[in-house]
């Protein structure tokens, strides 16, 4: 089954404690991309790439970090999270830059993160 | 950068059509123009994307005017299954993506 996998589904930290939220696509999908939604300011993007080993920064970067050394794993990491990270955390591939070109992105499950 | 704007909420009842319109007025010229959709505690699902004037698939139709500073959606029919949080989505600086705030769609029987 075509999917996008995120772990953990679910995370409580406390601020300053290093975390990673892992994400996997099984489509072979060149373009992955995390998001951020956040009640009242919607969806917003954090990191994508393009391909291994590419990366760039979304719409709200600060405090994230991202790598990509597999096609289909992109991992976002919080090296020191702060409560204002907590938010719903979506991971999303396509097969191309969807912006471009006239394919869709699938989205993972979510991963709701809290920071006290 | 593009930036698109919608409405935050909307209200219909079972059968009626729904046009959700969207503007994007700073969209690039090879950009698509793509909508997703979104239940509560579940990732965005994509509905539609097109380029210019009309786009229509098994859920729903898309318009977009010559100028492409704006497109709409259009859902046919709504039933309650269809109450969700709606996207626009443009590209931002670079190959950025921009969704909107999304629409609320509200349906009542």
């Known amino acids: 089954e075509a999917q996008v996998t995120q772990n953990p589904r679910y995370l409580i930290t406390v601020t300053g404690k290093k975390l990673t939220v892992t994400c996997s696509q099984n489509?072979?999908?060149?373009?992955m991309s995390w998001y951020r939604q956040d009640p009242g300011l919607g969806l917003r993007q954090i990191y994508y790439?393009?391909?291994?080993?590419?990366?760039d920064k979304g719409d709200v970067p600060e405090g994230y970090k991202v790598s990509r050394k597999e096609k289909r794993n992109f991992p976002l990491i919080l090296e020191s999270p702060s409560p204002n990270q907590t938010s719903l955390y979506f991971c999303a591939s396509s097969l191309l830059n969807p912006g471009t070109s006239n394919y869709e992105q699938y989205f993972g499950p979510g991963t709701r993160l809290t920071v006290t | 950068l593009a930036k698109t704007t919608q409405p935050i909420s909307m209200d219909s009842y079972e059968g009626q059509e729904v046009n959700i319109t969207c503007s994007h007025n700073?969209?690039?010229?090879?950009?698509?123009i793509t909508w997703y959709q979104q239940f509560p505690s579940q990732g965005p699902r994509f509905i539609i994307q097109g380029y210019k004037t009309k786009v229509t698939n098994e859920v729903a139709s898309l318009f977009i005017p010559a100028d492409r500073k704006s497109s709409t959606l259009s859902l046919p029919r709504v039933s309650l299954s269809d109450t969700a949080v709606y996207y626009c989505l443009a590209r931002g600086a670079g190959t950025a993506l921009i969704f909107g705030k999304g629409t609320t769609l509200s349906v009542s029987s």
């Open positions: 489509m072979n999908h060149e373009y």
């Open positions: 700073n969209i690039a010229t090879n950009d698509y």
């Open positions: 790439s393009m391909n291994v080993e590419v990366t």
